[in-house]
């Protein structure tokens, strides 16, 4: 394990520091490779805190080529053995492009990931190349961006249901909601106590896992009715514990392969 970053990744899987898919600016902030303050034209300013490392020795790589479901999972699977310390899949339009980076704890792990390079994920085959520090810079200052982070946004109230992002509205609703972004120590109490004013059940509640038990920060809760299920969204990023959880509307079908997933 990385302990001197408390990164997200380690050899033997997800440390209690992130969690997969965890939020950019949370990362940014907790983590001594970034900083992020705004600029003078109103963007946002990444500041290296590596200690001067080489461009040549950044343990970073990009991968091209990757399926349109990828998930930070399955990269975490592809690189097995290797220690992550952060994981970017890239996004334009909230539309998954098919590339990602991925920073190792050390330049030696990045040259054994390079050896992957047009090994299959799924049925396609992936490029795995090293890149320059920057490239990998200038892709999480643009996620960013698109995220709207405010560096002060812990003194700030949680966005409002009317800044939730068009399409949740427009998804198909059911009584199942899909909360991402939680922390690895959560409990279905804390879940439970997230949603007391929905009267939701203990079991139907259900803590997504890989098959090695680890979390993966994502659950499934399934409501009275559709109708209850569409108003708990305005708990949308609302906090448990230190992080902001996202909800998504989610089905049946999607939460019975996540708890099948978690039982393998």
Known sequence: MYGSRGGMYGSGGLSDGYEIGSKRPRMMESDPYFAVSSGSSGGYKLHDHTGGLPP???????????????????????????????????????????????????????????????????????????????????????????????????????????????????????QILKLRGLPFTVKKSDILNFFKNYRVADEKVHIACRPDGKVTGEAYVTFESTEAAMEAMERDRKMIGTRYVELFPSTPDEARRAESRSKQ
């Open 56 to 174: 040549t020795t950044f343990p970073v790589v990009r991968l091209r080529g990757l399926p349109y479901n990828c998930t930070e999972v399955d990269i975490f699977k592809f690189f097995s053995g290797l220690e992550i310390v952060d994981m970017l899949l890239v996004n334009k339009n909230g539309r998954f492009l098919g590339e990602a980076f991925v920073v190792f704890t050390r330049p030696m792990h990045a040259d054994y990931a390079v050896q992957k390079n047009r090994q299959n994920m799924g049925r396609r085959y992936v490029e795995v190349f090293k890149c320059k520090k920057q490239d990998y810079y200038n892709a999480v200052a643009a996620e960013v961006e698109s995220e709207g982070f405010d560096p002060n946004y812990h003194d700030r109230p949680a966005p409002s249901r009317s800044k939730k992002p068009k399409d949740k509205d427009q998804m198909e609703y059911t």
